[in-house]
């Protein structure tokens, strides 16, 4: 069983910043892609971004050249620094694991970007 817990959501202005961590612990193999997802009020759940156990990025075409994915793997931790917010950001941001063929999910943290 693979439990995350996520930190670092918030409220804050068009064009700020923040920055979620999310940490993961349990039954954690070296090789995992780990991620963040998010899911506005009234939309789908949607992909941010992902990171691969060596490195790899990919990201939603919204949010290229604003957010970055990074981790730091013998902490079983992946973060999402988020620059030049728009309030078109907001949402519940959701770590996820991927493990195999599971996925694992965070309790989703808030994130509010005021215009």
């Known amino acids: 069983q693979v439990q995350l817990v996520e930190s670092g959501g918030g409220l804050v202005q068009t064009g700020g910043s923040l920055r979620l961590s999310c940490t993961a612990s349990?039954?954690?193999?070296?090789?995992?892609?780990m991620g963040w997802y998010r899911q506005a009020l009234g939309k789908q759940r949607e992909l941010v971004a992902t990171i691969t156990s060596t490195g790899t990025t990919n990201y939603a075409d919204s949010v290229k050249g604003r957010f970055t994915i990074s981790r730091d793997s013998s902490k079983n931790t992946v973060y999402l620094q988020m620059n030049s917010l728009k309030p078109e950001d907001t949402a519940v941001y959701y770590c996820?694991?991927?493990?195999?063929?599971?996925?694992?999910w965070g309790q989703g943290t808030q994130v509010t970007v005021s215009s």
């Open positions: 349990g039954s954690i193999f070296r090789t995992n892609r």
């Open positions: 996820n694991v991927h493990l195999i063929i599971y996925d694992y």
